[in-house]
């Protein structure tokens, strides 16, 4: 048998990837300019209403407009797309290793000694970074994730994914029943009429299953609040 998630889960199972457009350049300068310095780049990378840290995806001819980078077929992904949630996520082009590109020290600056990888993780701007190859295990990327999130989180990452998962399957309860109750109301009402017994019945029961939402839904967003921290006043100097 195989399990499918309900609407609502696979709701919070999507990537929103940010795709961010560099600035025109003073004076008639354009974007198109030659590579910023990485403080500026980072700069825009962050905006002033999302502190969260970085995961910032260069796109290759395989992954383009797919996930595949970070998602692994053999294996559920649940875990990897929840934990992204944490994250600002970032998506720069191919040719952003073109050495014009306005975003290209945001992997050249970094100074990566084994080549660029292809993400990384970025707490803060004076960080180390998190590299991350197409080949790295989940384990491997839940790990790294983890540690990122830690120091930016007031809350255990790791403790509220594991809550958040269990309520991903009280969404699916709760999403089944819904359409099992609409299914059969609609039943009722045409063998019955609409203000029959079990019609009324089966609508009050719909009610409760939308209580019951209510409170999940109020129950997931205690989950997901980790308390993210501030930026450090003080980092290091960028590289």
């Given at each position: 048998m195989t399990f499918t998630r309900g609407d609502t889960a696979k709701d919070r199972l999507q990537v929103e990837w940010f795709h961010p457009v560099p600035p025109q350049r003073s004076g008639n300068q354009t974007a198109a300019s030659g590579p910023m310095p990485l403080q500026e780049a980072l700069d825009l990378l962050w905006t002033e209403h999302d502190q969260r840290p970085l995961l910032v995806l260069r796109e290759c001819s395989k992954c383009k407009n797919s996930d595949e980078a970070l998602l692994h077929r053999s294996l559920d992904n649940e875990k990897t797309m929840l934990l992204m949630s944490w994250f600002r996520t970032v998506r720069l082009p191919a040719h952003v290793a073109e050495a014009g590109h306005p975003f290209f020290n945001v992997f050249d600056g970094q100074g990566f000694k084994d080549g660029w990888p292809h993400f990384f993780l970025l707490a803060h701007p004076g960080a180390e970074p998190v590299t991350f190859a197409a080949t790295n295990t989940p384990t491997q990327l839940w790990k790294g994730m983890?540690?990122?999130?830690?120091?930016?989180?007031?809350?255990?990452?790791?403790?509220?994914?594991?809550?958040?998962?269990?309520?991903?399957?009280?969404f699916d309860r709760l999403d089944a029943r819904k359409r099992e109750l609409e299914d059969q109301l609609a039943e009722a009402r045409i063998e019955q009429g609409p203000d029959s017994a079990r019609a009324q019945k089966l609508a009050s029961e719909l009610q409760e299953n939308a209580k019951e939402r209510v409170a999940a839904l109020a129950e997931e967003r205690e989950i997901k609040d980790l308390g993210l921290l501030p930026m450090p006043r003080t980092i290091a100097a960028v590289r």
């Open positions: 983890s540690d990122v999130l830690e120091q930016r989180y007031a809350k255990n990452p790791q403790k509220a994914l594991k809550a958040w998962l269990q309520q991903l399957d009280a």
